[in-house]
């Protein structure tokens, strides 16, 4: 194990309280206890069925898996399907063109209504626009907006013509963004003028003019090399706050104008099962992003699977909402792909909980009547501290199901998220799975599984994952290991973009032939699973992954830093928060100095990795030190920054090169953390 890993046998808190479902769930419940028997009987089998019964296919597929190339699976692989197809037109199809698809609350108030008949027109344009702008399928089109329904259209539009979409999350910066077009090499970039957060008009145009700065019409090299973000020929402007923005003329064009201009119909283009659908960039445990790739049949069959099973939908009564943003893989998978394969209503919400009060959220559930809520812990713990009088309220009557995602939900909060938000009668499911596995693969099925806080339980049928110690063996219930994933499953990435070594490495080298997932876990006596925390470099703030890697080379690109460490600390809200220890140049300590306890060198820092990385990325706090403590071999002990970070006793110092460097950390910790 690497260092700062938390410990797989600490014994979990609160673990032991039960909550069965009401005899009225099971009733109704779309999971039925056969589910498991019949996956664990003949797998392939059911994931053909479930891929039959749940997608439409323009060509059937003869094989189920074809693993004969592994670790790159092939699911499905001679059938032929459109994801846009499956996720819009076929609903209008089959009669149910006026169900609402989206309704849309912007931050400001402003909302949208949008059925799946008019969901099916506005794609349909969007497509043909994205045709007259030349790109053909299999090109890779960045899409860089707000949570605004465009958001959808543009993906389910790249789709539509086989386009690849990569979609980057709005709050990353334009150098973020310019690595992400360059690596995938995107010939279209989609945003917005901006977009409305925390009251205000936030700008996100000039990100774009930056991250593709190329004279108007110019193409880009196609080397793979660091070329600016010139691949990109236009830019697809999205209206959203009317703010004065640049314009590029020749280059830019705006999104109503584009689709003002063209028909209404389109026909979606049939592209084989393994066509790639999205890339998603994600963090590593190294400085550079990773591509994950994801692929279109195998990925639709087990997002609509999960949402349909693990959140009980149905379709003609629930209203679904998803609280991610499009930009991270739970926006991708359960606000675009699963739900609207599904024919689901759904909520989609442009801003924060808190605007304009922290009664949003609830007022939004009242509103609409939502009657399934997905959300993270991090958002959920940010309730708790707010007190339970605000949603106390709203009428929060229609929920009948919540979800939680993107970290461990420790058991106050499942308790908090189930009595105050649930009425008491809820059931919560919490649902384990990362942007590489695309959908969710362990949780409770509601309805069959009595809810244990804290603890994601069990792999769904089809699913096989376990806990291995470090020689692969499966740990004894009660211990704890490593979690990985023991057979391939539909909706597994199909690598890292551009990169196959290195896919092949990361997942699959740790534990030869298995994919090794980077969590810790445990089993309980019962064979549940209980999540622990990432045991690589990987940092989870807020339910967002960040690589500790990744900021410590955004913070030494600056002028003023000779070294970094960044760690992740636990932070009572958001998880963890980035904590980063610095040592200055030495042409800058003196100036260090003369600021006292480094704030400035601290506000500098700060905007520096907003800049480089985004706002996300930006430390909580960061430590001006004189030293970092390194093993003989050079490496910094991370674990132990994490110890001052805590407030902890340090720990074991006997592998450091100088054991006074502690010493002389903590010592500089007496004055107040510059934050
Ligand atoms: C963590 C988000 C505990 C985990 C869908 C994983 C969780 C990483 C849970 C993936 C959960 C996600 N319990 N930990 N229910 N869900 N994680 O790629 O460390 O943004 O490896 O995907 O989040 O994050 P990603």
Not at 441 to 450: A, D, K, N, Q, W
Not at 571 to 582: I, L, N, R, S, Y
């Amino acid at each position: 194990m690497t260092h700062g890993e938390p410990n797989p046998l600490e014994s979990p808190v609160g673990a032991g309280r039960r909550f069965p479902p009401s005899a009225e769930f099971t009733a109704q419940a779309n999971a039925h206890p056969e589910l498991q028997a019949w996956a664990a009987a003949d797998r392939l089998g059911f994931w053909a069925d479930q891929a039959r019964q749940l997608l439409s296919w323009g060509t059937d597929f003869t094989e189920v898996l074809d693993w004969s190339a592994a670790p790159v699976a092939h699911w499905f692989g001679d059938g032929r399907l459109n994801a846009c197809y499956n996720a819009v037109d076929r609903h209008v199809e089959a009669g149910h063109g006026d169900r609402v698809a989206l309704h849309f609350e912007g931050e400001p108030g402003d909302t949208r209504t949008i059925t799946y008949a008019e969901l099916q027109r506005e794609v349909s344009r969007a497509a043909n626009a994205l045709v007259a702008l030349g790109v053909q399928t299999g090109d890779r089109v960045a899409i860089y907006l707000p949570m605004i329904p465009e958001a959808v259209i543009a993906m389910l539009a790249c789709a539509r013509i086989g386009a690849v979409h990569s979609v980057v999350f709005g709050g990353f910066s334009a150098e973020a963004l310019r690595t992400r077009i360059a690596d995938a090499q995107a010939v279209l970039v989609i945003t917005a003028d901006g977009g409305f957060r925390r009251g205000s008009a936030t700008a996100l145009k000039p990100a774009v003019d930056e991250a593709v700065g190329s004279p108007a019409g110019a193409v880009g090299p196609v080397d793979g090399a660091d070329h600016r973000g010139t691949t990109a020929r236009n830019v697809l402007v999205v209206r959203r706050t009317g703010q004065d923005i640049a314009w590029t003329p020749g280059r830019d064009v705006w999104w109503h104008e584009a689709l003002e201009a063209a028909s209404d119909v389109h026909e979606p283009v049939l592209v084989g099962s393994e066509h790639p659908l999205f890339i998603l960039y994600t963090s590593g445990t190294t400085g550079k992003p990773k591509g994950i790739f994801h692929t279109t049949g195998g990925y639709l069959t087990q997002c609509a699977y999960t949402h349909l099973n693990v959140f009980d939908l149905k379709a003609e009564t629930d209203v679904f909402w998803c609280t991610a943003d499009v930009g991270w893989v739970t926006g991708h998978s359960y606000v675009v792909y699963g739900p609207l394969v599904n024919g689901a209503t759904q909520v989609i919400y442009e801003g924060t909980p808190d605007t304009p009060t922290k009664g949003r959220w609830w007022d939004i559930v009242s509103k609409y009547g939502v009657t399934i809520l997905y959300t993270a812990p991090t958002a959920i713990r940010t309730c708790m501290k707010w007190g339970e009088d605000i949603p106390g309220g709203y009428d929060l009557s229609s929920l009948r199901l919540l979800g939680s995602v993107g970290e461990p939900i420790n058991p106050e909060a499942w308790t908090w998220y189930r009595r105050v938000i649930g009425g008491d009668r809820t059931p919560v499911v919490d649902t384990w799975w990362q942007t590489e596995t695309g959908a969710i693969m362990i949780s409770p099925l509601p309805g069959i599984s009595s809810g244990k806080p804290g603890s994601a339980q069990t792999p769904l049928p089809g699913i096989a994952a376990d806990v291995v110690d470090e020689e692969a063996h499966p740990v004894a219930n009660g211990s704890g290991g490593y979690l990985v994933l023991t057979e391939p499953w539909p909706a597994m990435l199909r690598g890292i973009w551009g990169d196959p070594q290195r896919y092949a490495d990361t997942y699959w080298s740790r534990f030869p032939g298995i994919y090794f997932a980077g969590d810790g876990a445990k089993k309980d006596a019962d064979g549940d699973i209980w999540l622990l925390g990432r045991v690589d470099d990987v940092m989870n703030v807020s339910g967002h992954r960040l690589s500790t890697t990744e900021i410590e080379s955004a913070l030494v690109s600056h002028p003023m830093v000779a070294e970094a460490a960044v760690v992740g600390a636990s932070d009572e809200t958001t998880g963890q928060a980035v904590v980063a220890f610095v040592i200055l140049r030495a042409e800058y300590l003196d100036r260090a100095d003369e600021i006292g306890e480094g704030a400035d060198v601290a506000a500098t820092l700060r905007a520096h990795v907003t800049k480089e990385i985004g706002p996300i990325a930006k430390p909580r706090t960061i430590l001006v030190v004189n030293e970092l403590p390194k093993t003989r071999s050079g490496k910094i002990m991370r674990r132990l920054l994490r110890d001052v970070a805590e407030h902890r006793t340090v720990g074991d110092v006997t592998t450091l090169a100088d054991s006074s460097v502690m010493d002389l950390i903590s010592e500089g910790l007496h004055t107040p953390p510059p934050t």
